[in-house]
């Protein structure tokens, strides 16, 4: 069944269920502990900002619009065009969140659902015209190249850098983002900011799930944690969807895939992978690359090429920990021939 058609039909009847083990959704626009009836708080699942007590306001020069081509639950998604950390959307609550009683439930995630498209004309071109910031070039303001020249609003002939900004602007491609930054608003006024790097995320089909645990949400008590608005933003200019908003609760222990033994060449580098996944929690992966030393960080990534310069058997160490420290680490080894 295609993916759309069955998160729509799940929607219409009540109920929303995540894929990753360990997680339970229920509730059109609640999120329920596994096993306990209470339900968890919810800033977007899907539904309309009128039906659900939005306002959706653009924040600097970027913008919001509701989306209902890319959906991750309900009917539509949030499209927010960012301009950097500072230019994006803002979300504003009818009633405040409070997440206070969750700030000692280490189980208990703030869940973002992201789907960064891969190309939009948006995303790439900016406003058609001269560039934002451009030197010594005509054009109406936008993200073009610098020393654009041109006529007014013709964004100029190709240039020495900066983000393409209209039909002929720069000529250096545009950086990817690489992290979402949050900015919670509590009814004072008073923010609480994240930046959640897009490489922790766990994927579920097209969509990325950014997770981070309720009690690792900077400067929080049970008593200050009530939020009337949220501000989404990029690190780099781009478009990006948001499925969802809300909490998930997940006691997933971490598990990791044997790494392959390997028999490789001395001074030649090579690739080694590994899997491995814990729910809702965001991984970090630490390789040691010979035990007679004692277990040390040595590399640090999923995937990583490491070259030996001794030819003899080493055993390898791949150490799997919880970004956030609340799960028990996992602890695998492997076995290394280095030959001539």
């Not at 560039?131 to 654009?148: A, I, L, V, Y």
């Not at 006024?189 to 990325?208: D, F, H, M, T």
Request: aromatic share 8%; glycine share 16%.
């Amino acid at each position: 069944m295609n993916t759309s058609l069955f998160r729509r039909l799940i929607a219409a009847t009540g109920l929303v269920a995540a894929s990753c083990a360990g997680i339970v959704l229920m509730g059109a626009t609640n999120i329920a502990h596994a096993g306990q009836t209470s339900a968890l708080p919810t800033i977007f699942q899907g539904a309309s900002a009128e039906s659900t007590g939005l306002t959706l306001r653009s924040w600097g020069s970027g913008s919001i619009t509701e989306d209902q081509k890319n959906v991750y639950a309900g009917t539509e998604s949030l499209r927010i065009v960012t301009h950097g950390q500072f230019q994006g959307a803002d979300i504003r609550l009818s009633k405040p969140v409070d997440l206070g009683r969750y700030v000692t439930e280490k189980n208990t995630y703030l869940q973002v659902a992201l789907l960064l498209p891969t190309t939009d004309k948006t995303a790439n071109g900016g406003v058609p015209g001269g560039g934002f910031g451009n030197e010594f070039g005509g054009g109406s303001p936008g993200f073009g190249g610098k020393r654009g020249g041109g006529a007014p609003g013709s964004g100029g002939l190709p240039g020495s850098g900066g983000v393409p900004g209209g039909p002929t602007g720069g000529t250096t491609r545009p950086k990817s983002i690489e992290n979402l930054r949050l900015v919670m608003i509590r009814p004072t006024g008073k923010p609480v900011e994240l930046l959640l790097p897009i490489a922790n995320a766990v994927p579920e089909n097209s969509w990325k799930m950014l997770n981070i645990p309720v009690s690792a949400l900077p400067g929080i008590t049970a008593d200050n944690a009530k939020f009337s608005e949220i501000r989404i933003f990029g690190d780099n200019a781009g478009v990006l969807y948001v499925g969802r908003i809300g909490l998930v609760t997940d006691s997933t222990p971490i598990k990791v895939e044997p790494v392959t033994d390997m028999i490789v060449e001395i001074g030649r580098p090579y690739r080694y992978t590994a899997s491995g996944s814990g729910g809702a929690t965001p991984l970090q992966y630490s390789w040691d690359w010979d035990d007679k030393d004692g277990i040390q960080e040595e590399s640090v990534g999923r995937a990583v090429i490491h070259t030996y310069y001794r030819t003899g058997d080493f055993v390898g160490t791949l150490t799997v920990t919880d970004k956030y420290g609340l799960k028990a680490p996992v602890v695998t080894k492997f076995k290394v021939n280095v030959h001539n």
